[in-house]
């Protein structure tokens, strides 16, 4: 059964338990008849925005919408069994395989917003939405994604691009990662300098960001794939 099949009897039997039809289900999440009836027959697959309403509607976590029993496959994930855990307070991300393309794995990546000093990233204030990606291999570790504005680091990180970070205090230098200043979250490459950490921009038009101790700044985490939405 590929991904499309299972979402679609997933939600006909949310509803069936329900006892919703679809206009009710489309008055209550505020989306079209159609949608939802594309959704139930398997014609589409919902995004992620619409996976988190029908999450937060029926009171379950994204990844019960999308795994057939029994695809949990990973130490890293939401316990799919315990229904009165919202995917929003997850902390972790959920990592399923994908049943119709072996090698393959789905992951459910929040997407943080402002982030302050001396919360937990994954905080549930932080979390905007969340993603789902693909991965040819089993991700490790805790990540979250970033929505990035601006062109600092075009060509390789396109204006409106979704960023994903492996949550980690360091990374090598050179290497892409995302750093905290005050309450804002940035991308640049990591350049150390003696006791100086340059945050390097791609775009040769924008100066580089000096961190030192009258400037500090904390690395979050590494970005390990880019993706941005085609419109």
Known sequence: MNLKSVFSKNLQDLMAKRHENVKELAESIHVADSTISDWKLGKKMARSGGLQKLA??????????LVDTGLI????????????????????????????NPGMYQVSIPVLGRIACGDPILSEQNIEEYR?????HKPFGTLFSLKCKGDSMEPVIPDGSFVTIRQQDT???????AVLIG????????????????LMPENKKYDPIVLDKDHPGKIIGK?????????
């Open 56 to 65: 937060d509607h029926y009171h379950v976590n994204v990844t019960d919408l």
């Open 73 to 100: 496959t990973d130490d890293n994930k939401v316990d799919a069994s315990n229904s009165s855990l919202n995917t929003k307070n997850a902390t972790k991300n959920s990592l399923f395989s994908i049943t119709n």
């Open 132 to 136: 789902q990606l693909l991965f040819d």
């Open 171 to 177: 990374v090598e230098n050179g290497q892409m990662a």
């Open 183 to 198: 309450d804002e979250a940035t991308i640049k490459r990591i350049k150390r300098v003696d006791n100086t950490t340059l």
């Open 223 to 231: 970005v390990v794939h880019v993706d941005y939405d085609v419109l």
